[in-house]
């Protein structure tokens, strides 16, 4: 099993960066996807969820109407493309698999990826 983040970098405020979270190992189509971030002396939180089964979505209040969360199935990737960044938006991301068919961002998830480092600048 193996879900590898990438598309992290460094932004200026009010930039725009776009994750990858490429899945493999598992029947990806049965599983949710969570996108979250941890910012330094933080606990993870989960900011952005998909679930694969029923397509349906939900967002973390602090990212609403800047992020969203999108998968290809057929690649087994999801995507999560911010907009309008902001510098509390620092942190890791990591993506997280978890069995369910909603779109919940459980900290309990079955599978983790290593993360990708965010960061931006004012």
């Known amino acids: 099993v193996q879900l590898v983040e990438s598309g992290g970098g460094l932004v200026q405020a009010g930039g725009s960066l776009r994750l990858s979270c490429a899945a493999s190992?598992?029947?990806?189509?049965?599983?949710?996807i969570g996108w979250f971030r941890q910012a330094p002396g933080k606990e993870r939180e989960g900011i952005a969820c998909?679930?694969?089964?029923?397509?349906?979505?939900d967002y973390a209040d602090s990212v609403k109407g800047r992020f969203t969360i999108s998968s290809d199935n057929a690649k087994n990737t999801v995507y999560l493309q911010m907009h309008n960044l902001r510098p509390e938006d620092t942190g890791v991301y990591y993506c997280?698999?978890?069995?369910?068919?909603?779109?919940?961002?459980?900290?309990?998830?079955?599978?983790w990826g290593t993360g990708t480092q965010v960061t931006v600048s004012s």
């Open positions: 997280a698999a978890d069995r369910t068919r909603f779109p919940i961002c459980s900290i309990w998830s079955d599978y």
């Open positions: 190992g598992f029947p990806f189509d049965d599983y949710a």
């Open positions: 998909i679930s694969n089964i029923a397509g349906t979505t």
